[in-house]
């Protein structure tokens, strides 16, 4: 989750990066875990009221 928060890799580098064989089992998967997609959790963590 470090990745989403202060990378710049886009979702998909990191979905392999973590195993996964597609970035719809990765999104599933992490949408199960945090409740959001990878995509809303990149944005919100970087809003200015996230930190």
Excluded: H, W
């Amino acid at each position: 989750m470090d990745q989403l928060r202060t990378g710049d890799l886009p979702v998909i580098e990191i979905a392999e990066s973590a195993g996964f064989q597609s970035l719809s089992a990765c999104n599933k998967q992490f949408k199960r875990y945090t409740g959001v997609s990878p995509r809303e959790y990149r944005r919100k963590m970087r809003t200015p009221a996230a930190r």
